[in-house]
């Protein structure tokens, strides 16, 4: 095992539990990010705000970590274009097929122990580590 | 207006979270998902970071009429498994480890300024879109296989 960060990605891990957390008990939404993306591309009227403004936090945040931790971007596999598109294509239509994503389902529900969660979560993990495994021996790394 | 100011404040905490942990850096949930070659566990704690604090809130939550800021809590409450979210979640589980990024994280990259990472969410998008414009088809085609029912219906 190599680059395992277990400090770092457990703070890390608690500030989005701390975000989520806000989200839901001042703001009473789930902070599933396919969800609020969905929102902003189909808006439904009185809806759209909060989503727009959370959006621009995560931008904002994106932003103060080119500044104050630009190794946060340091991405290490770049996908070629291709590649990125069919799984750009993939994630988009399988978050909104599946209701969630990571956050939502990951994070959020996982955390609520709701079933619905659970199997998303132990399913996206099982197919994301087939696709690693397939893409590995394919390319012959 | 406090409400919005939390989404603001949330969406940016949770891209520092992001950041922190790891989850922005492909190599990192690729290697998360390498259970086979050199697994890196980090993503695991970022789990359980999360998850931890959350299921406090969940519970603190249960003992609230509702937000401080809002009338309600807007939190789903289905539990039955079907097949769309099981076939979802395999459709994006494929397309993480296949680009490396899910939604947040990818969405807080574009303030990298990488081009893969604009093209990764555009397609992101598209997919979002494709989903709606597959369910609205779904829908209108049932819609008249069902039509004569509803006529006589309405008659």
């Not at chain 1, 599933?32 to 727009?52: M, N």
């Not at chain 2, 603001?8 to 922005?24: D, E, K, P, Q, Y």
Request: proline fraction near 5%.
């Amino acid at each position: 095992m190599h680059n395992f960060t277990p400090i770092a990605s457990l703070l890390g891990g608690m500030l989005i539990g701390l975000s989520a957390s806000a989200m839901l008990l001042l703001d009473g939404k789930i902070a599933g990010i396919s969800g609020i993306l969905a929102g902003v591309l189909k808006p439904v009227a009185g809806d759209t705000r909060w989503r727009i403004c959370f959006l621009a936090g995560l931008l904002t945040g994106g932003m103060a970590l080119g500044v104050f931790l630009p190794t946060a971007f340091d991405f290490g596999i770049i996908r070629p274009l291709p590649m990125l598109i069919v799984a750009g294509l993939l994630v988009g239509f399988g978050t909104r097929l599946g209701s969630g994503c990571t956050s939502g389902h990951g994070v959020c529900g996982v955390s609520r122990l709701s079933p619905r969660s659970l199997v998303a979560t132990a399913t996206f993990v099982f197919t994301g580590a087939l696709t690693v495994y397939l893409l590995n021996h394919l390319t012959g790394n | 207006m406090k409400a919005l100011l939390t989404s603001f404040a949330s969406g940016l905490v949770f891209a520092l979270g992001l950041g922190i942990s790891g989850m922005t850096q492909p190599i990192k949930v690729i290697g998360f998902l390498d259970f086979f070659g050199a697994w890196d566990a980090s993503l695991a704690f970022v789990m359980a970071g999360a998850i931890a604090v959350y299921f406090v809130a969940y519970r603190i939550r249960a003992t609230m009429p509702a937000p401080l800021l809002a009338p309600k809590f807007a939190i789903p409450t289905r539990n039955d498994l079907d097949v769309k979210l099981i076939l979802g979640a395999a459709i994006f589980g494929a397309g993480w480890g296949l680009g490396g990024f899910c939604p947040g994280p990818a969405l807080t990259s574009l303030a990298s300024g990488a081009m893969p990472v604009f093209v990764f969410v555009v397609a992101m998008g598209l997919g979002m879109y494709l989903h709606s414009w597959v369910t609205e088809i779904r829908a209108t085609a049932s819609g008249l296989a069902i039509s004569p029912a509803n006529t006589t219906q309405d008659a």
